[in-house]
């Protein structure tokens, strides 16, 4: 299995306080991922990150910030969590486009 | 980014051969084409990859059209286990962006 940890596993938070997602690897990989996936739904990126201190939007970025200031830590940040981010959190990693991605086990986060 | 369209829904019987297939009409010449299945409550899980030319792995085969604007992914013969929602998606070599879309959720009737 490759070396890709999530923690926490699982979370239960109040609105309006600020909780932070680690993603861990230890593959040495360049790219790393967080998703969210909402009961029914398909994965949708949230950040992405293509080497220490580059990170990029995905589709759904507002209310997160990320950050990887080495290559094995990608941490997703909600500044305020609200109820709407409630969800299961995904990371993942990838060396490159010919590669195959590896996922992680998930967060699963309640905003209550 | 390129996006692919697939079928929401498939079924099949244990012990027969699925063909999920895969439109990707605007696939860019450097995009890689990856499968992705996710079994309930887990994470995704990887299948196969490839570029141009079909490929085989100990999971499945990956057919690609000659145009490669679409493949489609081959179980050779289907078990319960492989029930899961099958993803295929487009990664190119630039961004390296690993945007899923919605799936194709497979049955597999006993």
């Known amino acids: 299995d490759a070396g890709i940890t999530q923690s926490p596993r699982h979370k239960v938070t109040e609105t309006g306080t600020p909780v932070t997602l680690r993603c861990h690897q230890t593959?040495?990989?360049?790219?790393m991922y967080w998703y969210r996936q909402d009961p029914g739904h398909g994965l949708r990126l949230i950040h992405y990150?293509?080497?220490?201190?580059?990170?990029d939007k995905g589709e759904v970025s507002d209310g997160y910030s990320v950050s990887r200031s080495k290559t094995e830590d990608f941490l997703l940040t909600l500044e305020s969590a609200t109820s709407s981010q409630t969800s299961v959190y995904f990371c993942?990693?990838?060396?490159?486009?010919?590669?195959?991605?590896?996922f992680g086990q998930g967060t699963r986060l309640t905003v209550v | 980014d390129a996006k692919t369209t697939q079928p929401n829904s498939m079924e099949s019987n244990e012990e027969e051969p699925v063909h999920l297939p895969c439109n990707h009409s605007?696939?860019?010449?450097?995009?890689?084409i990856h499968w992705y299945r996710q079994l309930p409550s887990q994470g995704p899980e990887y299948v196969i990859h490839?570029?141009?030319s079909n490929v085989n792995n100990r999971m499945a085969s990956l057919a690609i059209a000659e145009d490669r604007k679409s493949s489609t992914l081959i179980l050779h013969r289907a078990t319960l286990r492989d029930a899961a929602v099958y993803y295929c998606?487009?990664?190119?070599?630039?961004?390296?962006?690993?945007?899923f879309g919605q799936g194709t959720r497979l049955t597999i009737n006993p």
């Open positions: 593959e040495n990989h360049r790219y």
């Open positions: 605007t696939i860019s010449g450097t995009d890689y």
């Open positions: 990150s293509y080497g220490v201190k580059d990170t």
């Open positions: 998606i487009l990664i190119d070599q630039g961004a390296q962006k690993l945007v």
């Open positions: 993942a990693i990838m060396q490159r486009s010919n590669t195959e991605a590896f």
């Open positions: 490839g570029l141009t």
